[in-house]
């Protein structure tokens, strides 16, 4: 619902329009959220014209009451493995009975158990599952997304998964972000298997899908050192974007390796050394923590403040999978890396807005700001440290993505 062209007018509202700067926020300056209250919003085409008090409404503008409630940019969650098929319930008894995230991949299970659900889906099916996660995590107030390959673990099977991708990337209101994530895991079933990867694999999704970002898991039980850098060398050679998983449960010395190349981003960061996550800091590749899968697998939190207070680069994410972090709500996210990332309710809040939408190469979101798309969430409080105060409660009373109320209302 919106006016004639998309026109709208939000009155009375408090506005957290992250600054006038586009682009990421360094250290300290990641908790600003430069708020101002009782501001009205006025949107035309599907773009935000003017924020400040008393904005005056066009002839044939919608007008919406916030009542002093907050209006944010829509989040952004920059990590997800959201398309799957499949489930892995047993395995999380499994876990409850004391095995271990570990245990359970060397044995075949985990990521491997969920590959076998994903090649004998059809790409129909993964993408009207993705649209099914997708349609929850709008409600939640995230309009923007990354959504990972990774559990086809065979060309036709990865392209399978990146076709589903773009197949629900179509009928989103928001914007999905492709990563072929070709270096998840291991398929012991299949000889060869990294060297296929690499020459096989990675040359099938360069053809179709030459902008994807390459991602992969290093990890014991998973990708080594040595095996992701080969990968990741020969896509930087065909031109891809890069990002890593890495030191979620050991380090192994791809961080440095990740800033010397300049990858987008670090993700994970649970064991990552002092020297090296003040390296990151130092660096323009951001750190993406996941606190979703602290809380899920087994405890473990990265150290958001020490990143920060380094003057580094963070954003935080769902990580949504059906493995270490069933999670499709950036509220949940941003309410854990409060309590165990070391990181305000502002900080995270930006980790999750304006550096998330910057990670993604969306420069024109994240930010209430003149120009930017009108990518935005009404919340139901008056004080935005309510998303990290209160959980398990819906936060998020409507959702606008280019100007037209998607989710909710006023």
């Known amino acids: 619902m919106s ?44 773009r935000v014209v003017e924020v400040g008090a008393g904005v005056e409404a066009p002839t044939g503008a919608d007008i919406f009451e916030a009542r002093g409630r907050v209006v944010m940019p829509a989040f952004v969650d920059c990590h997800t493995h959201a398309c799957w098929a499949g489930d892995r319930l047993d395995e999380w008894e499994l876990k409850l009975r004391g095995a271990t995230y570990l245990e359970i991949l060397e044995g075949g299970g985990g990521i491997m158990s969920t590959v076998r659900a994903v090649r004998a889906a059809s790409q ?12 929850v995590m709008l409600g939640e107030g995230t309009a923007h997304a990354e959504v990972k390959s990774g559990y086809g673990l065979r060309t036709e099977d990865e392209l399978k998964m990146l076709r589903a991708i773009a197949d629900a990337g179509a009928s989103f209101p928001g914007t999905l972000r492709m990563t072929a994530c070709i270096g998840h895991a291991k398929d012991p079933g299949q000889p060869g298997f990294v060297e296929t990867t690499i020459n096989e694999t990675l040359g099938a999704v360069h053809d179709e899908f030459p902008d994807a970002t390459i991602d992969a898991y290093c990890e014991r039980g998973a990708w080594s050192l040595d095996e992701c850098l080969r990968l990741f060398d020969r896509a930087l050679e065909l031109g891809h974007d890069l990002r890593v998983h890495a030191d979620q449960f050991n380090s192994l010395g791809m961080v440095p390796e990740a800033i010397r190349r300049s990858f987008l981003s670090v993700d994970h960061l649970e064991e990552t050394t002092p020297d090296d996550m003040r390296s990151l800091a130092q660096s323009d590749t951001l750190g993406v923590m996941l606190p979703c899968s ?22 935080i994410a769902t990580n949504a999978n059906p493995g270490s972090a069933p999670c499709l709500s950036m509220p949940m996210a941003i309410a854990l890396a409060v309590r165990h990332l070391g990181v305000t309710p502002a900080e995270a809040i930006g980790a999750s807005t304006i550096n998330a939408a910057a990670l993604l190469g969306l420069g024109d979101r994240g930010q209430i700001a003149p120009g930017t798309i009108a990518d935005l969430v009404l919340l139901r409080h ?29």
């Open 382 to 410: 008056t004080d935005e440290r309510q998303l990290a105060y209160e959980f398990g409660a819906r936060h998020v009373d409507a959702v606008i993505v280019g100007g037209n109320i998607v989710r909710g209302g006023f």
């Open 294 to 315: 602290g809380f899920h697998v087994d405890g473990r939190y990265a150290d958001g403040r020490a990143l920060l207070d380094a003057g580094g680069l963070l954003a």
């Open 3 to 46: 006016g004639r062209d998309g026109s709208m007018v939000i009155r009375g509202a408090r506005v957290l329009t992250m600054g006038l700067a586009p682009g990421a926020r360094r250290g300290a300056t990641l908790g600003d959220l430069h708020a101002v209250n009782g501001a009205d919003i006025r949107v035309e085409g599907g």
């Open 124 to 135: 129909r099916e993964l993408a009207d599952s993705l649209g099914r996660r997708l349609s």
